[in-house]
């Protein structure tokens, strides 16, 4: 940052400023240009005049840290069975950046061609994927000489599948016999990934009257990374045959 600096004297020789410590600060007339933390002398220095020998005076600057901040969005994805990674993205602010996402550092010349210059726009691939669903988190620390290291974390959704089911189908039942006695069957996949689980009927204690459709569930074997699926499917009732326990005759002449 800049400031400025300013004198009094007697006399009417010219006022002029100076700095002691340039790698910290320097003085271009009256304005104090900041390069780095730290403190400065500057001094000030009155040229003689008729009447006046010449004098001088200092003064002590001190440069503190700058501050700057990083903004980060939340992401979201669906469970894909593989790893996925996070990116961050921001803009720049200040020079020589340098980003830490839970203890990775990654600056210019890191693998994922981040960028570190003031105004670029840093992208950045977390080294740690997520695979399962579940809710994660990533701390970034951006750090940057003569600034307070900025601080920001983003929040990773990883959100259950829903398994695409097909090939649904149910086997027929008498009539009398509970849904309990059919059995369905059916594929469910997530993309290529074959889904473990179980199809059952909502209602496995109706005796339906008729033939028709049924509302059954999918419950996927792993609750972690999908959701249940379900639909209706079709069950034929087929007529029960009669059985006569007795019969009962009376005489006849």
Do not use: C, M, W
Request: no cysteine; aromatic share 8%.
């Amino acid at each position: 940052g800049s400031t400025t600096v300013s004198g009094t004297g007697l006399g009417e020789g010219s006022l002029t400023f100076s700095s002691l410590n340039t790698e910290v600060a320097t003085v271009s007339g009256s304005t104090v240009q900041s390069v780095k933390v730290g403190t400065a002398t500057i001094k000030a220095t009155k040229a003689a005049d008729s009447n006046y020998i010449a004098g001088e005076a200092t003064t002590t600057l001190t440069v503190v840290a700058g501050t700057f901040s990083v903004e980060a969005e939340d992401q979201e994805f669906t469970y894909t069975g593989s790893a996925q990674k996070a990116t961050y993205s921001t803009t720049v602010s200040v020079d020589s950046v340098v980003f830490t996402l839970n203890g990775t550092r990654y600056d210019a010349n890191d693998a994922y061609n981040a960028t570190s210059a003031k105004g670029e726009v840093l992208s950045v691939s977390n080294a740690n994927s997520f695979t399962n669903a579940g809710v994660y988190t990533l701390k970034i620390v951006a750090s940057a000489a003569n600034y307070n290291d900025a601080e920001a974390t983003i929040t990773i959704i990883v959100k259950k599948a829903t398994p695409v089911l097909s090939g649904v189908s149910a086997t027929g039942i008498k009539y009398g016999q509970t849904l309990a006695a059919s059995t369905i069957s059916g594929t469910a996949k997530l993309g290529s990934i074959t889904v473990a689980g179980a199809f059952t009927f909502n209602t496995v204690s109706t005796a339906p009257s008729a033939t028709g459709n049924h509302a059954y569930t999918f419950t996927p074997s792993d609750l972690t990374n999908y959701v249940t699926n379900g639909g209706q499917v079709s069950v034929a009732l087929s007529k029960t045959a009669l059985t006569l326990v007795s019969v009962n005759a009376s005489a006849i002449s």
